[in-house]
């Protein structure tokens, strides 16, 4: 019957449920200072994942207690459907991950380091190594000694020990962390890759630009807390938008607005207006625009919706929280 019971949670707790990584009210303390506050995070699975914050926000410290690392104060988590500390093992069993920087023996080659790491895995790790190396374009260096690499030779080699294990999840802290900008670039393209191939990646970084280039979702944090998350398309869609408005005459273009609810935020400038619609507007806002502007006699040359980046959300996002703290 125990047998049974083994089998019978193994198969409820191992799950292809959505979610890569599940944290509910994850909270991690040192001293007075909380640096993971009550983190409810949902990473979905088969997305390349980013969580955002600028430095000392907690990212290290939640990979950190993800992986089993340091222990978190309160709150649950599971990695791959796997509750964790309870199911860590199997959990890990299926996780790659680069906290910090990844260290290696400088004294040993490429391949020599990934051969050790191999040696503490199952036996299929070290069927591994060759397409590991492979796989991050590092075959080439394989037996040079890693003191040789450099910083973006060391994160690939970083990725393909991540490899060995055949990982279903990725979790790198700053990847991006020491590159040039076509190391950048690589890295980049290399997490492409391993979503693409059906594996999940989740990174943390300060660098928004990133982020936004290379991740389908994201989670925002501050002070240790997810303060949004969601599909980055999804967020911005509910950011402010802007629209620029070329016509004629725009000061009476302006007052023509003003008493709108359109005419919240208007700036005229020499050749039309800058007109900032709250969250949530809808883009029949626009056409709406033009319709008062037309048949007023304003002459409308160009209506164009600013596309919000992710970095000014970002500091519309944290700079209202400011506002409220
Ligand atoms: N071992 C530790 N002992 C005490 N405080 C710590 C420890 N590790 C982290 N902290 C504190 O926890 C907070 C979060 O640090 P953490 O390293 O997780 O931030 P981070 O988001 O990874 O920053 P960075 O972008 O600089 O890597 C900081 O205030 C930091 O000083
Ligand atoms: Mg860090």
């Keep these: 019957m125990s047998v049974m019971t083994l089998d019978e949670s193994s198969r409820t707790n ?8 599940e944290t509910h009210g994850l909270t991690k303390r040192f001293g007075d ?30 990979i ?47 391949r020599q ?34 003191s040789k690499y450099s910083m973006g030779m060391r994160q690939r080699l970083g990725v393909a020990a991540c490899l060995l294990g055949d990982p279903q999840l990725l979790i ?24 693409a191939e059906g594996r999940t990646v989740m990174l943390s970084s300060h660098l928004l630009d990133e982020v936004e280039r290379t991740c389908d979702a994201v989670a925002i944090v501050d002070h240790g807390k997810v303060i949004r998350q969601g599909p980055i398309a999804e967020l911005l869609a ?31 400038e020499t050749s039309g207006l800058s007109i900032h ?5 809808g883009r029949d806002a626009i056409a709406e625009i033009n319709r008062r502007l037309v048949e007023s006699g304003i002459e409308v040359y160009r209506l164009q919706e600013i596309q919000v980046s992710l970095e000014s959300w970002f500091l519309e996002v944290t700079s209202r929280l400011g506002d409220t703290a």
């Excluded at 191992?14 to 990584?21: E, K, L, R, T």
């Excluded at 009550?38 to 410290?61: I, Q």
């Excluded at 700053?174 to 980049?188: S, T």
């Excluded at 619609?277 to 507007?281: I, K, V």
């Design 277 to 281: 619609l709250a969250a949530g507007t």
């Design 33 to 62: 200072n909380v640096a993971v506050n009550d983190v409810e995070l949902l990473v979905p699975r088969g997305c390349a994942f980013g969580y955002l914050g600028p430095n000392g926000a907690g990212k290290t410290t939640l």
């Design 172 to 195: 790198l802290d700053e990847p991006m962390n020491g590159l040039d900008p076509a190391g950048m670039h690589e890295m980049r393209d290399m997490i492409l890759s391993l979503v």
């Design 238 to 268: 509910g950011a402010a938008m802007q629209v620029e408005v070329g016509c004629s005459s725009p000061e009476r273009a302006r007052s023509i607005l003003a008493d709108t609810p359109l005419g919240a935020n208007i700036d005229v």
């Design 14 to 21: 191992h799950s292809d449920g959505p979610w890569a990584v």
């Design 113 to 146: 380091n990934l051969q050790i790491l191999a040696a503490a895995r199952e036996r299929a790790a070290r069927e591994r190594i060759d397409a590991s190396l492979e796989r991050v374009g590092m075959a080439h260096r394989a037996n040079d000694r890693v």
């Design 64 to 110: 950190r207690v993800l992986l089993g690392l340091t222990r978190a104060d309160a709150g649950t988590m599971s990695l791959l459907g796997y509750s964790v500390p309870r199911r860590r093992d199997q959990a890990l069993a299926r996780v790659g991950a680069i906290v910090d920087e990844p260290r290696f023996h400088g004294h040993l080659t490429g």
